[in-house]
T-cell receptor, first 114, second 112 residues
């Protein structure tokens, strides 16, 4: 098992550009989520999904879109990047999204918006 | 709303010292509580968890007890090693599930 994989590892964008951060898991997990990590603020939930075709907003969803067409993949789209979106982004997955099941994190994508 | 507050770091200890990292929470209902660890350049890993009051989570010599009366979940280890140097995050998952709330993280440095 590869676990949770994320691409790219690093990305630099200019303000206004768009891009998609990729996340995939091979553990047949129903629950997937995206977080951003900023210094002194811990991780904050952006969006999550409890299964293919189902997504919902977390704490900080503005400026980000998600979709879940397959169980394995959960891409995060930035439609028009802003410097405030400079952060480290983590994808995570678990079997159910409840406390019964362990949440597994990917290695992260470091994004800089100039 | 729900929130988690943990002690600011960094915390610097010598090898074999006793570790405590304080964590308190605010939540309605009966959340589940977690400690995650992040090693340099990596994603977070679950360290331990407790899902109801008075439960004690433990793993790799680390322990934390879910204290509802003080809304706390302090992390302890009796004898730290250099390899424990990392950032530690306290977190809660509310009763309904799906949305984990993290504290700001506490960086631990252990000197040989």
């Amino acid at each position: 098992n590869a676990g949770v994989t994320q691409t790219p590892k690093f990305q630099v964008l200019k303000t206004g550009q768009s891009m998609t951060l990729q996340c995939a898991q091979d553990m047949n997990h129903e629950y997937m989520s995206w977080y951003r990590q900023d210094p002194g603020m811990g991780l904050r939930l952006i969006h999550y999904s409890v299964g293919a075709g189902i997504t919902d907003q977390g704490e900080v969803p503005n400026g980000y879109n998600v979709s879940r067409s397959t169980t394995e993949d959960f891409p995060l789209r930035l439609l028009s990047a802003a410097p405030s979106q400079t952060s480290v982004y983590f994808c995570a997955s678990s079997l159910s999204g409840t406390a019964r099941d362990t949440q597994y994190f990917g290695p992260g994508t470091r994004l800089t918006v100039l | 709303g729900n929130s988690v507050t943990q002690m600011e770091g960094p915390v610097t200890l010598s090898e074999e010292a006793f570790l405590t990292i304080n964590c308190t929470y605010t939540a309605t209902g009966y959340p589940s509580l977690f400690w995650y660890v992040q090693y340099p350049g990596e994603g977070l890993q679950l360290l331990l968890k407790a899902t109801k009051a008075d439960d004690k989570g433990s793993n790799k010599g680390f322990e934390a007890t879910y204290r509802k009366e003080t809304t706390s979940f302090h992390l302890e280890k009796g004898s730290v090693q250099v390899s424990d140097s990392a950032v530690y995050f306290c977190a809660l998952l509310d009763t309904g599930g799906f949305k984990t709330i993290f504290g700001a993280g506490t960086r631990l440095f252990v000197k040989a």
